[in-house]
């Protein structure tokens, strides 16, 4: 599978308050048991929740069971728009060894930019948005190195503003609450890395901007209008915008594994992800957005190709970059797709648009290698055909 040269730049956001905050204390012994190089004790496989489909359901589903009986989470396969294997492995709470199902509810990270640029998109057909506008009429108090700044530009990563969640003091200040207006503050002073249009910068503070517009011109929190325009009508009911005090139900716990030992993920405050990485998600949920992507229940067509198309920036960069998607492909198949990564888990959102074959992978443990086993499962998935 083709790599992503932006890739290390996202998994950042994960990285925000260091390993060796965690390595700090020791480690007690009982945790030597998750050692990757125990056995595990696995999920049974007659759980009620899960779903294993005919020979290519069991195909993955023994991928997983032979070849990586540790990894930790979720995962949903579909061809032709129907689901082969959505299956959880492994525990949700390793200490309390609650076990993972189609219904835990997973931090996503960054596959929340294409729930956001889907906002943005829907009143852009609205005619609210003007995605050649300038961001800057639509937020109050803008920097002078913003002005030539257009939304477009905020949904490619073209418009130069530096990622907050790598700047100095970003681990510090990701432990404490921010609203809307005190995390742009982050960043609302630092220097364009380059002239907007002119190259390609991966940078959450892109995203950031765009909540806030959708804010702004839906006079709506962007929580409320997430749940009100896209997730109630697709009947996501799992999902959601993640708060800091909320009680959620089969929430999973988020692991690090720190040489061969099964720990704890350092603490985040969600409000601090906001429109660029803070939903929550199962891969059931996940596979509803994906399947009305296909009908016009949230963008026309032609938004959608333009989601699904790349924009390249002037030096030429930028091309395996959509509006809120990652464009590639595998043997000749279309993929649009999102990766993420934030404390305590790694995400994977695979769509194959033109054979309506989906992958959804969510680990509740950080250090996953998800590109390895997304590979795994494609060659699976395609060889089946």
Known sequence: MKKIAYLPVLIAFLILVTISSACSNQIDAEFSETSPTATPQLVERTDANNIVIGDLGRALDEYFVRDHPLFSGAILVAKDGEIVLSKGYNFANWELKVPNTPQTKFRISSISKPFTATLVMMLAEEGKIDLQADLCSYLADCPDQWQEIQVEDLLNHTSGVPDYTVLPGAREDSRDPHNVSALIDLFKNEPLIFTPGDSFFYSHSNYVLLGAVIEQVSNRTYADYLNQELIGPLQMEDSGVEMQAMILHDRASGYQIIGTVLVNAPYLDMSNAFATAGMYSTVKDLFR?????????????????????????????????????????????????????????????????????????????????????????????????
């Open 289 to 385: 957005f994906d399947q009305a992507l296909y009908s016009d229940q949230l963008l026309n067509k032609e938004s959608l190709d333009r989601m699904y198309s790349p924009h390249n920036a002037k030096d030429g960069t930028g091309g395996d970059y959509g509006f809120g998607w990652q464009l590639s492909e595998y043997l000749g198949h279309r993929k649009v797709e999102h990766q993420g990564g934030i404390n305590g888990f790694h995400t994977s959102f695979s769509r194959y648009i033109d054979d309506q074959a989906t992958i959804i992978l969510l680990s509740n443990i950080e250090t996953e290698d998800t590109d390895s086993l997304v590979a795994g499962l494609e060659e699976i998935l395609f060889d089946q055909n």
